[in-house]
């Protein structure tokens, strides 16, 4: 038993088998339509969905509940330009220093450099930052555990919620990210974790022809006959 208060759960919608299955094959379908795309419409798209997107996200389960995240959204031109210029002087000594020959190799079918227009074409810049600690009024830290699992967690509910709304996005890692911290007036206690572009894809966009692994390639279903085994010893073999 615990001292700390609860309520009782509320909103939960029961399904049967059949329901359930239905939910779950619509939910697939409509994520095996995702796709990331590094061509933008200018198009606008209503603050207030991103609004929503974010609400989706800060659902998510997080270590001790502690909701380690935080979500610096941009759209104003000259902040996305300036977000443009730091991230592509990044992404120029990366590609021409950094990465080891094995990573270049990795993205070479995804046809990526170190060009980033994107970055002023999309209407919004969502900026993730993860915050290892929290900051209480007194001035004292607090430990948040499972920060970046958390805020991981977190970035798959909005990007699962701007595609279900009808958008489409890129996840971009400038490395480093720091610059995103100073421009955007971060605390200390925070760094940034990714820079995700939302909007409409352009209307001549081509996306690379990859495929995903099939569920058996990605799943394992037991049963597990050394399980019981390693229960029992504690330890490997």
């Not at 929503?52 to 902040?79: E, I, K, M, Y």
């Not at 200390?188 to 409409?200: D, I, K, Q, S």
């Amino acid at each position: 038993m615990t001292d700390h208060p609860t309520v009782p759960l509320a909103g939960f919608v029961l399904r049967d088998a059949e329901a359930l299955e239905q939910h779950a094959a619509a939910f697939a379908a409509t994520m095996q339509r995702r796709r990331t795309v590094r061509t933008f419409s200018d198009r606008p798209v209503p603050r207030e969905v991103i609004a929503h997107c974010l609400r989706a996200a800060g659902t998510a389960p997080s270590g001790a509940n502690q909701q380690p995240w935080h979500f610096a959204v941009v759209s104003d031109p000259v902040t996305k330009a300036a977000i443009r210029v730091a991230a592509e002087a990044e992404e120029r000594e990366f590609y021409a220093h950094r990465a080891p020959a094995e990573w270049l190799e990795a993205l070479a079918p995804l046809g990526t450099d170190s060009e980033k227009p994107f970055l002023e074409v999309a209407p919004w810049l969502i900026a993730i930052f993860v915050q290892p600690h929290g900051v209480r009024p007194d001035g004292r830290t607090v430990k948040h555990y499972y920060a970046t699992e958390s805020v991981g967690i977190a970035t798959g509910f909005l990007i699962a919620a701007l595609h279900h709304a009808g958008l489409a996005t890129l996840t971009h890692t400038p490395s480093p990210m720091g610059f995103l911290a100073r421009m955007l007036g971060r605390p200390a206690h925070e760094r940034p974790f990714l820079l995700l572009v939302a909007g409409y894809p352009a209307d001549d966009t081509r996306v690379p022809d990859i495929t995903r692994k099939p569920l058996e390639a990605i799943s394992s279903w037991g049963p597990y006959p050394d399980a019981t085994r390693g229960a029992r010893s504690g330890v490997d073999d």
